[in-house]
């Protein structure tokens, strides 16, 4: 069974930044693309970028390109999103999900994903 768990997120202030982890146990993570998702409440949720296996970017929220980056750990196991100038419309519950090789935006294809971490965003 594929865990995830999400770690990092945070109360910060307007223009503040964060780094995300998302660590996997029981499986080696840099064998499959790993999507980045946010989910504020009442709304879906959304994709914000994707590292495939062979670590090719894919960035899917045109509001978050430029500030967000998702890259691969020192490990096999670790993938982080590093966020930049973050504001208070970024404020929502973040989660990595994986279980696919090839990068997709459809939520509904990944089989596997972390519990969340919230980011808050607010002076």
């Known amino acids: 069974q594929m865990q995830l768990v999400e770690s990092g997120g945070d109360l910060v202030q307007p223009g503040g930044s964060l780094r995300l982890t998302c660590v996997a146990s029981?499986?080696?993570?840099?064998?499959?693309?790993v999507t980045w998702f946010r989910q504020s409440p009442g709304k879906e949720r959304e994709a914000l970028s994707c590292i495939s296996n062979s670590d090719g970017i894919l960035r899917y929220k045109d509001a978050v390109k430029g500030r967000f980056t998702v890259s691969r750990g020192p490990t096999d196991n670790i993938t982080y999103l590093q966020m930049i100038d973050l504001q208070p419309e970024d404020t929502a519950v973040y989660y990595c999900a994986t279980g696919v090789v090839k990068c997709t935006d459809v939520a509904r294809l990944y089989n596997y994903w972390g519990r969340g971490t919230q980011v808050t965003v607010s002076s």
């Open positions: 029981t499986f080696v993570l840099k064998n499959y693309a």
